[in-house]
């Protein structure tokens, strides 16, 4: 009777099982390979060619202001028809990172430096504050969970970077960028660099030192 069970069971069905059997079977070949690891120990050996330097740049920016911020990103990918048991995932993932604020002096034209005779009064024009691009912490940032459905689970087990976590990251950075924005590290950088310059002019000689910004 068993058999006749086993044979009246649709296609769909079957695949299941096969499938099923399939993901076991690789999943304790995992855990024995994983043992077998902590058995016999493991070694890493850093085999790298020399690093290359392959341009230079001047930098004329001002850092003047560095925010440090923290997001959390929940992002989820469906797949229409299917349900997430068997395509779709969902990550949940701490991301950490800095934005910096700065001032480009090296858009400061002559005309912009304005100097009495004496040498004792100073008045500089120069360009607004701009933000960097966000710089996402790696050994701040990570994933707290992660939901795959069977289809992706099989996908990452051919995969030659099962851990892909790019666009998690590239959400985190955007969210850090538009918080960065609304943070004020722009007029606190215009700030920083008035007194910077004003320190400096002062300690040169000069008495009264005006710093105004704008395009």
């Keep these: 009777m068993k058999p006749r069970a086993v044979a009246a069971l649709p296609p769909w069905a079957k695949a299941a099982i096969v499938v099923v059997v399939v993901v076991a079977l690789v999943a304790t070949g995992l855990r024995l390979m994983n043992r077998l690891d902590g058995l016999f120990g493991t070694e890493t050996h850093d ?82 504050a701009q933000l960097g691009k966000p710089a996402l912490d790696t050994d701040r940032s990570y994933a707290v969970s992660k939901q795959r459905g069977l289809l992706d689970r099989l996908g990452d087990l051919f995969s030659d970077n099962p851990n892909d976590e790019r666009a998690v990251r590239k959400v985190a950075a955007m969210h850090i960028g538009d918080a960065a924005k609304d943070s004020g590290l722009t007029g606190r950088a215009e700030g920083n660099t008035t007194d910077m310059l004003k320190g400096l002019l002062h300690s040169l000689g000069f008495e009264k030192v005006k710093v105004t910004y704008g395009t």
């Design 47 to 128: 085999r790298s060619g020399p690093t290359l330097l392959k341009s230079v740049r001047d930098l004329s920016r001002y850092d003047a202001a560095s925010g440090n911020f923290q997001v959390v990103v929940d992002l989820e990918k469906d797949t229409k028809y299917l349900p997430d048991a068997i395509r779709g995932t969902r990550t949940l993932y701490i991301g950490a990172g800095t934005v910096d604020a700065y001032v480009d002096l090296g858009k400061v034209d002559p005309g912009d430096v304005r100097v009495n005779k004496d040498r004792t009064s100073a008045t500089l024009h120069l360009p607004h």
